[in-house]
């Protein structure tokens, strides 16, 4: 590759050239580097210098150029540079990992090359600079070229010293599209039990950039036995046939599937995963041998609930997620009165029902090619709240014309009735037997004798 294949932000070369003035060796590596080989997007930029960090610090806010001590333990220190902020490590070798999580201890050397020795896939061992170019011992650009993601040096040591990096790998094939070399896949299948001792907000950190890929399906489908681990709820989808006419695929690929074809958000992605993760336990056949999964929506909701506690999600996303799974085999019309019932079960949260539209339209495509109904009704029940939202409709107690300072100003007093009749006057508006207007709205509530 040519040495300007690669741009880099002025910003970056600022801090660069700030190193070497002072007679340091600094390179681009990490993400950035692959990301831009790729043609990728590349934000994040991580710097791998042979200064100590005391001494980038020194230099930096010499420059006038804030700095935050995030990982001075391991070498990092963190700089901001034209409104972004960078990472630049000293270079370094690690010791033993005794907890297969972290280093015991590093070492800081002066070589680049033992650095790159020290990461974990070969696409992200690569180092640039804008005059010597690129450096890659270990094969990573032609490891990129092949869309393959192959560990540098013995993968039981690398997956044995760090076992986030198995996970790691299964959401580089899911952002990347990556097949995971054969060496590699294997030995993370040996040390997946190391998972256990990670932390569970890293794993979910891992697991939320995982299904928000864009080769989802493929990466869940090759990868289960890794996801399994950490989530052995899906386990139990692998191979489930479903026995109906509705579905051409196990519960597992149908899952995989219905995820490619939702928005890649972490809301819709995780209903998606676990929306039939109910269906094993809930399945009975009639007397022609037709599957059904009666009450697999509120299986799968507790299963959802489970293991979001359990993964140590945000209460808000849980809470979110599992909403999304009860209903997502709810079906309604895609009228205004009905789309803003639904609203109004949802506490009149219009970014829910879009989201539960998104994974109705998933779930279909994901079935048999019959199911065009079900695509057809998920995308009218959008349609419908789009108008609904444009036009300004009333599906909410906050969007009433009338409210319960009006209604004590007419002399009722405060209390359970206030909620009541507003209630009442609500329904009214939403089955549009009442227009939403102060006057027609207390005439309705308050008629005169």
Known sequence: MENDALTLPPYALAVLRLLEQEGFEAWLVGGFVRDSLMGRAAADIDIATSAPWQASQALFE??????????????????????????????????????ARHPDEVTFIESIAQDLARRDFTANAIAFHPE??????????????????????????????????????????????????????????????????????????????????????DALMGCIDIVGQVIGELLPLRGFDQRTPYHIYDVLEHTAYCMENTPATPLVRWAALFHDTGKPEAFSTDKAGVGHFYGHAEASTRIAREAMRRLKFPNALADDVATLVEYHDVIFAATHKSVKRRLRKLGGRTDLLFALAALKRGDALAQAPGSRKRLDLANEIEATLRDIVEAQEAFSLS????????????????????GRLLDAALSAVIDEEVANDKAALTAFLLPRP
């Open 62 to 99: 010499q420059a006038g150029l804030a700095t935050f001590e995030t990982g001075v333990a391991h070498g990092t220190l963190s700089v901001l540079a034209g409104g972004h902020t960078l990472e630049v490590t000293t270079f370094r070798a690690d010791g033993a990992y005794s907890d």
């Open 132 to 217: 010597r170019g690129l450096l890659d011992p270990f094969g990573g650009c032609d490891d990129i070229a092949r869309k393959v993601l192959r560990a540098v040096g013995d993968p039981q040591e690398r997956f044995a010293e760090d076992a986030l990096r198995i996970l790691r790998a299964v959401r580089f094939a899911s952002q990347l599209g990556f097949s995971i070399e054969g060496e590699t896949f294997a030995a993370m299948l040996a040390q997946k039990g190391l998972l256990g001792s990670v932390a569970a907000e890293r794993v979910r950190h891992e697991l939320d950039a995982f299904v928000c890929g864009p080769a989802v399906h």
């Open 399 to 418: 969007a009433l014309a009338i409210d319960g300072d009006d209604l004590q100003a007419l002399g009722i007093p405060p209390g359970p009735q206030i």
